[in-house]
Every structure is written in C-alpha cells, then in structure tokens.
C-alpha cells in the first residue's frame, strides 16, 4: 500500500554515529568514532545495582526520578557550582540526556519560534527544534579553537529568539567556555524572554586546569536555564541511557508535562544503584579530568609522527584531526575512507554543521584502553 505521507523530518536519515559503527563493524574497524568507553563502569556501582535488583526496586519510580538520586544530585550541583536547588522541584531524572534536550526543547518553543544553535552543534538540536515547530538559526564557533562569536550572537537575536543552545565541553570539537563567557552570555539575554538550554554532559571532562563554567555558576543565568547531564559520561555507563535536567521550578513543571508522556520514568534499579553510589563516592568525578587527559596525551603522542595535524582538546574524551596534508577528499569521504581501507572509523565534523566547510578535519574518540590507541594510532601513522 502507498501512502500520501509527508515525514516531519525529510532531511534527517540514520545518524552518523550508527551509520559509522555500522561501518566500522561490517569492516572489522577499530572504532573511535561513537562516543563510548572501552572500560567498566565501576565495580561498586555494579554492585550497588545488584543490591537495587535483589532489594525489589524493580517497579516505576517516581515521574520526576528516585528522590534520594535527585537528593544527592542535588547536593552535588551546590558543593562544584555553589547553586542550591531543590531536589524535589528543580530536577528531573531522565533516560539519557538525548530526552532531556528533547524534552527541554519541547517545553518552551513554540511554532515560528527561533532557536540558535552554534556549529558544529549536536546532530539531536535541530530534529528537536524541528519537531516542535521551530526554526533553527545556526552560527558557527570561530577558528580552531571554536568559541563563541558573541557579537554575532547579538546581531543574530530577533523578537522571535526563544532558546539558545550551548553545548561546552564542547562535542565535537572539545572547546570549553571561560568565566569571561558567561558575563557575555548574562550582559546578552538580559531583560529579555529568551530561554537558554545548556548541554553539559562532559562537565568532569575538562583538561589543564581548567574549571568547567557551568551555567549553574550564574544565579543570573540559572534562573532562565535548563542545564543537562549524563551520567553515562561519568560513570562510563553509556548505556544505562541516565541523565537528568536542573531547572528552576516554574521551566520544571513544564519540562515534567513532556517528560511524563515520553518515558514516564526512568529505569528504578539503576537509580538506585547511581544514588547508593554517589552517596558512597561523592568524590568520583575528581579523577575524570587527570584520567582522561593521560588518554588524550597519550593519543596526541602516539600520533605525533603521523600527517595528521593537531591541537591537544581541551575537553570531553574527542580529539579533532586535520588531515589536509593527506587528502583532498571532503570528511565524509575521507572517513568512510579510513573505515574501509585503513581500518580506523571516526566522525566527519561537517555532518554537525548546516554549511558544509572547506575544512577536513575528523572526530576521534580516545575514551579507549591503551593498546586500542596503540593500535589506532599504528594504522594512522603508516599513511
């Protein structure tokens, strides 16, 4: 049978990241281009979901998510960003941080709304906006470091900016905001009706002593913020699919309206587990940024006699190659490319970006163990 049928999202096919690990399997590729560990989550965290299960947690939790999980959260957010939220009415537990932006996105904007998005920006933006009605205005980072061009952002703000997007740590790029960032964001949505939704789902994933500029850290901001996290990133449990959303409470009650009719509620045992845990080892992210710097120093050593031209990221666990010395394919092409004939798959950076660029530059992942970067980075160096 054929249907008149016009899809909502005509533009949007499988996302990159499944179109690549597709890849990467069907031809035997080490794969650093999906954004996931090698290694375990931790052992007592493990453990602590047995317990969950073999204790009975084993039915819905509650729509907003398990009040102890939300309560050490909570707790959590005051002691790195000196802001004191309520766990009963300003967070949200989710099934990853994918449903939250959906959520978030789905609360405020309306049709005809504008909503800005900084490329390369997060494939999951636009299809959310898109949804919802909205039109999304895209404005690129500037240069090889990929910051935010503030002056353009005000130019760019009509009467129809709704939501602004921001997402730093930075995917794909790394690039991470400074405290003189979120005065230029506070001096911006000043006195206006614009909503800011802040993706921070790599926060404990910054290098060289840099601190993470949360949008938490700005009373001025948070008031007007929905500010997501993951605790996949975290915990190295990519597919537990947990994250969760602070807001204050009026944007709360709206983002729970959408959230109650997508997924209801998030899986209970691991809940509990991740509340026992956070409990038990308050302190665990302290070791994320010198942990996963050694793997991005190792990997930028591994390939410094390679043709491959760098600068070292400064946050998340995804490090951005240039490889104009080597091809003149464009990045779809060269990825595919290393996939297939080199046997190293990564993710073309244009696919994040509403005009495609001259720049041939790929997202490698190095959230991996030692001899899987050994080897990636072998297979790199011979071309």
Known sequence: MIFDFQSKLPNVGTTIFSVMSQMATAHGAINLSQGFPSFDVPLELKDFLTEAVAAGHNQYAAMAGVPSLREQIALKVNRLYGSAVCPEKQITVTSGATEALFAAVSSVVRPGDEVIVFDPSYDSYEPAITLNGGITVHIPLLGQQYRVDWQRLRDTITQKT????????????????????????????RNSNIFVLSDEVYEHIVFD????????????????????????????????????????????????????????????????????????????????????????????????????????????YFQLLDYSELSEKNDMSYAAYLTKEVGVASIPVSVFCQRPSSARVLRFCFAKEDTILEKAAELLCQM
Request: hydrophobic share 35%; glycine share 6%; net charge positive.
């Open 162 to 189: 709704r939501l602004i997007i921001f997402n730093f740590p930075h995917n794909p790029s790394g690039s991470v905001l400074l405290e003189e960032d979120l005065r230029q964001c506070e001096r911006i949505v």
């Open 209 to 316: 002593g840099i601190t993470h500029q949360s949008f938490l850290r700005s009373e001025e901001l948070a008031a007007r913020s929905f500010v997501v996290s993951s605790f996949g990133k975290t915990y190295h449990a990519t597919g537990w699919k947990v994250g969760y959303c602070v807001a204050p409470e009026s944007l709360s009650v709206e983002f729970r309206k959408v959230h109650q009719y997508l997924t209801f509620c998030t899986t209970t045992p691991i809940q509990h587990a991740l509340g026992s845990f956070m409990e038990q080892y308050p302190d665990y992210h302290v070791q994320l940024p010198n942990f996963y710097q050694k793997k991005r120093d190792y990997f930028c050593q591994l390939l410094s006699g390679s043709k491959f031209r760098l600068t070292p990221t400064r946050g998340t």
